[in-house]
């Protein structure tokens, strides 16, 4: 929901029982009629009523959530050992401990800020919108924007926007589980009904947030906002889950066992130190508090967050926006994307460019939705009037129509459907410019168009009061309706095989098809029904309109073959015509199209192998589209499913990521789905993939750096307390560290880019465990060598005689500057950094470097701090040195890279 003005909603006008008055007289309380509210009522009443919004669910706090950072088993741990230390009089470590968990607590406080208003604006790109009648005119608008009195459009797919009071409806089905716990759609009629009438049967009222599953009505708001029903029950539509996903599961449970694992090995050394070597219970109480706060990965929860949040941040600037976090996960495991291919593949800028008679084939001139163009045959000009079945072609298109062509300031645009807006600019190039609602042919009934049945059919009277009925559609479908043509020189019988082969021609240009039919004849019981649309039609002509591919589209397409995901193509249009706009787009190029027919007659088994081989699906229906998901998925693919009808909600919720498209898709596909394009456009799954795939990358790149520092200087207290050597560390010089690197450095790596070549590598593999094989080896590799740096670098200075408080300033040093330099070496998890790229591609890397700098010359040359740790200043050799130790680490990581990547390289060799 957007946030607008909140001026306080007043009460909506009395009384409760809408459901029982009749049209007329809501019309006159509520001060209403067919042409909607004029535009400044709406907004005086806006001003009076309030938004039509749903009351936001209750927030934490700022209070609330600082304090709830601190709700978390690790900091608990360090928060534990901050009391003992307390107790023993240990004020320094207390105090430091105490600091590194406010810090934490901080940083995870700002962090969860940023997530949550990230995932705050995504919201509000979802809000809904609501077609309105106002002062004659259908717009849309926010639906937060209605008021009692509007009057509202709503058809299938959409979630019903307001309490309407129904007036006009044409076969409303309208499924109400979110108001009344009942799945099954509700058939509705607009007549009054008893006072006493449960909800689930008041059909002349449509409720606040309940689907339309069928059909089209017009209604009049009577209530809004939090007076409707639903608002009533004070219950938010299902929104955007929280901010979790199976990995960040994952890693939350194995922070638990990590913290459990930490104590156990502390206890451990606890015993060791004191039972076998001998040290004092206080001192080594103080020394395992240190090697708990150091080894404890505080910042994981927080920067795993915060790295998602970011990443669905960037993908929404990139118009994907993320309904359900978990498919930013699956979206970097995609094998197969099934796409439609009107709108997503193609520009849906429809133009007729081909009108076939029977006898006649015409050109149609002119681009765009300018209503300029000639028609010609063969390259002569001919005027429309001369040929009675196009003229009547050309008005059927325009009059079989619900859509509008408008122009605004020089520039024609369409509003509604792209192919009928075609069939208007046709009307506007031959002189026929005919509005729904005009004197002569009014329209009084219609047929809508739904994909299931592919066609549409209205009801008119010509200036003569006789009856016509227009069909337009699939030639296919209309085909069969028809017994008749018309020909230059009147009626003729139908030759099906001329059209049949009219239509594969048109087709094969890449043209999508539509047949224009009539009949002369009132509808069998007053009003339109399917049993009007049996037979008895006289076929006037076939349009072929073109739909360019989208130029992106390609470039994406070519993407998705090289990063190993397969592109299919599924479509309600004829096969001829994907197959030919498939070819352009380099989808299916050689093989066979294949039709939902064939598709439906297929057994499951078959349809596995057939899934895999064919790209493009034509004619298509919703439920192919749910096979098909199940097939892909039987063969072990993870697949992304486009949709916008209502009835695609089953494939999309099927789908590993379901995705919607967020301009022509309904409102119910957008709830069914993980993703919604904002620009209906394929090249932006590709982008979102992309995305998907780094946000992954990162969140592997972090726990990579975050696991082997803390291991590293956890190695080095055990190991001199295993060894019995001079502790290289003292307590608070280790939760000194710890204060400084953790969560600060690693964050940095949350705003790490996309790799280059990350869209050449193969999909993930699904449920591919986190901490592979190739984890631990890292994690354990780097430990190792930080601590061979700092206790190296230790032993080695006490050997040469220098003073223990040097040699440990050192070390703590040491330590530090190889976190740095292994931050640089975590930007690429087997990618070389050693280049200006590498070094200085992500500002944030260098930023949280920038910043540790003069803590640690503050750490090590300030009298304070020496106090304090225990340190001491340091000549530039030994600088030097310590600097040296972290080149170290620097280099065998890169080296091991190397290593690495030359062994796959020369294992994929050898299985090629
Ligand atoms: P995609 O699934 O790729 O978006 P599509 O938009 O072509 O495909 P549908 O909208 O289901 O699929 O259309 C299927 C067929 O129905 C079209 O090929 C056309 O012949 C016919 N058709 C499309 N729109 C209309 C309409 N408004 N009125 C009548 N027939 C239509």
Known sequence: MTDRSTTAPQETPQPADWHTLSQERIEQMLRTGTGGLPEAEARRRLAQYGPNRLAP???????????????????????????????????????????????????????????????????AMLSTHATVIRDGVHREIDAADLVPGDLVVVASGDRVPADLRLVAIKDLRVEEAALTGESLPVEKHDEAVAADAPLGDRYCMAYSGTLVVYGQACGIVVTTGTATEIGKINQMLAGIQSLTTPLLRQVDRFGRVLALAILGVSAATFALGTLWRGHAPSEMFMMVVALAASAIPEGLPAIMTVTLALGVQSMARRNAIIRRLPAV????????????KTGTLTRNEMTVQRMVCAGHVFDVGGVGYAPVGDLSIDGRIVEAEHYPALALAIRAGVLCNDARLREESGLWQVEGDPTEGALLVLGGKTGFTQRLGDEAWPRLDSIPFESQHRFMATYHRDADDAPWIFIKGAPERILDMCVAQLNHDG?????????????????????????????????????????????????????????????????????CHRAGIRVKMITGDHAETARAIGAQLAIGVGKPAITGAEVAMMDDAALRRVALEVDVFARASPEHKLRLVQALQDNGQVVAMTGDGVNDAPALKRADVGVA??????????????????????????????????????????????????????????AAILFELTLPLTPAQVLWINM?????????????????????????????????????????????????????????????????????????????????????????????????????????????????????????????????????????LEWGKVLAAGLLVFCVAELEKFVIRRTRLASRLNQA
Request: charged residues 15%; proline residues 4%.
């Open 661 to 718: 498209m967020g301009m022509k898709g309904t409102e119910a596909a957008k709830e069914a789905s993980d993703m919604v394009l904002a620009d209906d456009n394929f090249a932006t799954i590709a982008a979102a993939v992309r995305e998907g795939r780094a946000v992954y990358d990162n969140l592997k790149k972090f726990i990579l750096f975050m696991l082997p520092t803390n291991g590293g200087e956890a190695l080095v207290v055990i």
């Open 329 to 340: 996960e699956a979206l970097g495991s995609v094998t197969v994307i099934c796409s439609d």
């Open 57 to 123: 669910p209750k927030r934490r706090g700022p209070l609330i959530r600082l304090l709830m950072q601190f709700h978390n088993i690790l900091l608990y741990v360090m928060m534990g050992a901050a009391v003992i230390t307390a107790l023993l009089g240990h004020w320094i470590d207390t105090g430091v401990l105490l600091m590194a968990v406010v810090i934490n607590a901080i940083i995870g406080f700002i962090q969860e800020g940023k997530a949550e208003s990230a995932l705050d604006a995504i919201r």
């Open 740 to 876: 400084v690197t953790s969560s600060t450095l690693g964050l940095a790596l949350a705003f790490e880019p996309a790799e280059r070549g990350i869209m050449n590598r193969r999909p993930r593999p699904p449920g591919e465990p986190l901490l592979s094989g190739f984890f631990v080896w890292r994690v354990l590799m780097v430990s190792l060598l930080m601590m061979a740096g700092a206790l190296g670098l230790f032993l080695w200075e006490l050997n040469g005689g220098t003073g223990i408080e040097t040699a440990r300033t050192m070390a703590v040093n040491a330590v530090v500057v190889s976190e740095m330099f292994y931050l640089l070496n975590s930007r690429f998890i087997l990618s070389p950094v050693a280049s200006l790229e590498g070094l200085t591609g992500n500002r944030y890397v260098l930023l949280a470097i920038a910043a540790c700098i003069p803590l640690q010359i503050a750490f090590t040359h300030t009298p304070v701090m020496q106090a304090i740790f225990g340190s001491t200043d340091l000549t530039a």
């Open 491 to 559: 009626e003729r019988p139908l030759e099906v095989d001329y059209w049949r082969r009219m239509a594969t021609d048109t087709a094969a240009q890449g043209l999508r098809l539509l047949a224009l039919a009539c009949k002369q004849a009132a509808p069998l019981d007053g009003g339109l029904s399917f049993a009007d649309t049996e037979s008895g039609y006289v076929l006037l002509a076939l349009v072929g309109i073109i739909d360019p591919p989208r130029e992106e589209a390609m470039h994406a397409v070519g993407e």
